[in-house]
T-cell receptor
């Protein structure tokens, strides 16, 4: 999991602003994921990508957007349409998106909307 | 839809005692069951996993058991230590991975 990095660690945003969270991996993994974590909640899937230039919505995609232009990178944009964006955001990757492929997590970005 | 139920949500055990966390899943196609440990403010880290062709797996003080018929799997931690205090997540993976809501484990001195 040391091969997955997220930046920044903490992010503050004013209401109405879009913000982009970075996720990079050097593990040569094909699949990448974005999760949102709220206190007392599990991990909820926002978006995932199995290969470059392809991604799918997860369970809570509304108000978020992603891109996958490079294998190593999967940035997440939190748009002003996301009504409650304050949360801890985790990026993960796996070798592929097979049913037995282990996901490894980045260190997370804590987003606070002021 | 597919679901993973995890119990208890909070667990306190005396240092040196055992801790057990239980999960049930709904998708009978699930065949991979990882467990993650997350310390406060840190990333979830894989501590042990089990595949559906195995009933039990052990790694030092940690063990996981799987009952595919009952769609139930459990994490067992023996001889608990202060550094075991964390939130533990179970997950079940079929077409996509589904996480439980987590168990906050407190090790009491």
């Amino acid at each position: 999991d040391g091969g997955i990095t997220q930046s920044p660690k903490y992010l503050f945003r004013k209401e109405g602003q879009n913000v982009t969270l970075s996720c990079e991996q050097n593990l040569n993994h094909d699949a990448m994921y974005w999760y949102r974590q709220d206190p007392g909640q599990g991990l909820r899937l926002i978006y995932y990508s199995q290969i470059v230039n392809d991604f799918q919505k997860g369970d809570i995609a509304e108000g978020y957007s992603v891109s996958r232009e490079k294998k190593e990178s999967f940035p997440l944009t939190v748009t002003s349409a996301q009504k409650n964006p304050t949360a801890f955001y985790l990026c993960a990757s796996s070798i592929a998106q097979g049913p037995t492929d282990t996901q490894y997590f980045g260190p997370g970005t804590r987003l606070t909307v002021l | 839809g597919e679901n993973v139920e995890q119990h208890p949500s909070t667990l306190s055990v005396q240092e040196g005692d055992s801790a057990v966390i239980k999960c049930t899943y709904s998708d009978s196609a699930s065949n991979y069951f990882p467990w993650y440990k997350q310390e406060l403010g840190k990333r979830p880290q894989l501590i042990i996993d089990i595949r559906s062709n195995v009933g039990e797996k052990k790694d030092q003080r940690i063990a996981v058991t799987l009952n595919k018929t009952a769609k139930h799997f459990s994490l067992h931690i023996t001889e608990t230590q202060p550094e075991d205090s964390a939130v533990y997540f179970c997950a079940a993976n079929a077409i996509k991975i589904i996480f439980g809501k987590g168990t906050r484990l407190h090790i009491l001195p």
